[in-house]
């Protein structure tokens, strides 16, 4: 039969000289490579106990901001899940409510907000689209789970907490992020 490709290779089976047949000199070469990987600098960390530092663009699990008074900056626009490649955000907006002023910033709110973290891939589309500066990509990463359910995060585990000293800080990321951006743009501009 005629091949494809040309990465394919033919298969002989050859009978196997003496010292094949009796696989010392195999054990013995890859014993040696066993120590000689024994004595090198280990490649991989004992984690969860010990974590890497990550780059300062790192993209990892969302957070919704809240405004310098406490509440919720999103108004349920819609534009992230529009802008989400993968079709991962989905939102109910709702009225709010005379005396929810200090809830919710706006006229409108999102009363349910959800993102599968499984079918997101972190692109940060969303936080570009979004134009009240309500939803940020942040350095935490997303906890592996058992189940698929506990992957589709509601505001309880997005929105950030009320408490101004837990507050999730996202300024160092953006401004390495824009920055990052900033200098990808001048060098595809001076191309
Ligand atoms: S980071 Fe990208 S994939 Fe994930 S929710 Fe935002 S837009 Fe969608
Ligand atoms: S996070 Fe931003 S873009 Fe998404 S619905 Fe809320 S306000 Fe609109």
């Known amino acids: 039969m005629q091949a494809l490709t040309n990465r394919s290779k033919v298969v002989s089976k050859k009978k196997m000289t003496f010292w094949e047949w009796i696989y010392l000199p195999a054990i013995v070469k890859g014993m040696s490579i066993t120590l000689k990987h024994f004595f090198r600098k ?32 999103c108004t349920a626009c819609g534009l992230c899940a529009v802008a989400c490649p993968a079709e991962a955000i989905t939102m109910i907006a709702a009225e709010r409510k005379p005396g929810e002023e200090h809830l919710y910033r706006e ?8 993102i599968n973290m499984l079918r997101c891939i972190f692109c940060g589309d969303c936080e570009e689209a979004c134009p009240k500066e309500a939803i940020f990509l942040t350095d935490r990463i997303v906890e592996s789970e058992y189940e698929r359910s506990p992957f589709v995060y509601g505001k309880n585990r997005l929105v950030e907490p009320l408490d101004p000293a837990k507050r999730i800080d996202i300024s160092k990321r953006q401004t390495e992020s824009v920055l990052k951006f900033k200098q990808n743009k001048r060098f595809a501009h001076n191309k």
Do not use: N
């Open 42 to 73: 280990k490649a991989t960390i004992s984690y969860p106990e010990q974590q890497r530092e990550f780059s300062q663009v790192y993209r990892g699990h969302h957070v919704l901001k809240r405004d310098e008074e406490g509440r919720e900056r």
């Open 107 to 114: 006229e409108k709110y999102a009363e349910v907000y959800e």
